[in-house]
Antibody, heavy 116, light 111 residues
Framework: VQLVESGGGLVQPGGSLRLSCAAS????????MNWVRQAPGKGLEWVSY????????FYTDSVKGRFTISRDNAKSSLYLEMNSLRDEDTAVYYC??????????WGQGTLVTVSS | QSVLTQPPSVSGAPGQRVTISCTGS?????????VHWYQQLPGTAPKLLIY???NRPSGVPDRFSGSQSGTSASLAITGLQAEDEADYYC???????????FGGGTKLTVL
């Protein structure tokens, strides 16, 4: 199992960024997926969940209306579209495979820095 | 303020046993939602250590064990080794908030 995130970088407040997570080593279309973030020096925070068929999606309150999770099973890829970014969105963003509302495999993370 | 409460730090000497507590409420752990534990070594991604309260994924040593009772859970590490020095996080699901919740994390120092 391998999960590789990309797309992080420096963005100004109010800006947008799209994160990607390329999955391999397992049948991607059979698993729900999540995004989890970790602000510098802080703990883990769950961000969003998407079911295997994209039928069910959840977000933490602080990103609702700003972030959009999606997936392309044909490409074994997970995405996070982030708009109206705020300073407090600065974090390492991890994609994580969902086992049963726990996360059995994680990517190495991609750093998003929101700063002017 | 995390929904699940963990001690900020614990420490122990090599070979000793340490426990890390995770206190929740009637809407998460107390509601019967499973507790999971993660180990995050410095500079790396979290790794699933214990799932469904007391199960170890393949490859996790049996020095690590989990338990749950009422609105709390615990992670125990026996035969402490230098390589166990890491941050540990508990995680569950909160039925009232309808979100995944994490503890604030506990830094384990091996003396």
């Amino acid at each position: 199992v391998q999960l590789v995130e990309s797309g992080g970088g420096l963005v100004q407040p109010g800006g947008s960024l799209r994160l990607s997570c390329a999955a391999s080593g397992f049948t991607f279309s059979s698993y729900s997926m999540n995004w989890v973030r970790q602000a510098p020096g802080k703990g883990l925070e769950w961000v969003s969940y998407i079911s295997s068929s994209s039928n069910t999606i959840f977000y933490t309150d602080s990103v609702k209306g700003r972030f959009t999770i999606s997936r392309d099973n044909a490409k074994s890829s997970l995405y996070l579209e982030m708009n109206s970014l705020r300073d407090e969105d600065t974090a390492v963003y991890y994609c994580a495979r969902d086992r049963n509302w726990d996360f059995d495999f994680w990517g190495q993370g991609t750093l998003v820095t929101v700063s002017s | 303020q995390s929904v699940l409460t963990q001690p900020p730090s614990v420490s122990g000497a090599p070979g000793q046993r340490v426990t890390i507590s995770c206190t929740g409420s009637s809407s998460n752990i107390g509601a019967g939602n499973d507790v999971h534990w993660y180990q995050q070594l410095p500079g790396t991604a979290p790794k699933l250590l214990i799932y469904d309260n007391n199960n170890r994924p393949s490859g996790v040593p049996d020095r690590f064990s989990g338990s749950q009772s009422g609105t709390s859970a615990s992670l125990a590490i026996t035969g402490l080794q230098a390589e166990d020095e890491a941050d540990y996080y508990c995680q569950s699901y909160d039925s009232s908030l309808s979100v995944v919740v994490f503890g604030g994390g506990t830094k384990l120092t091996v003396l």
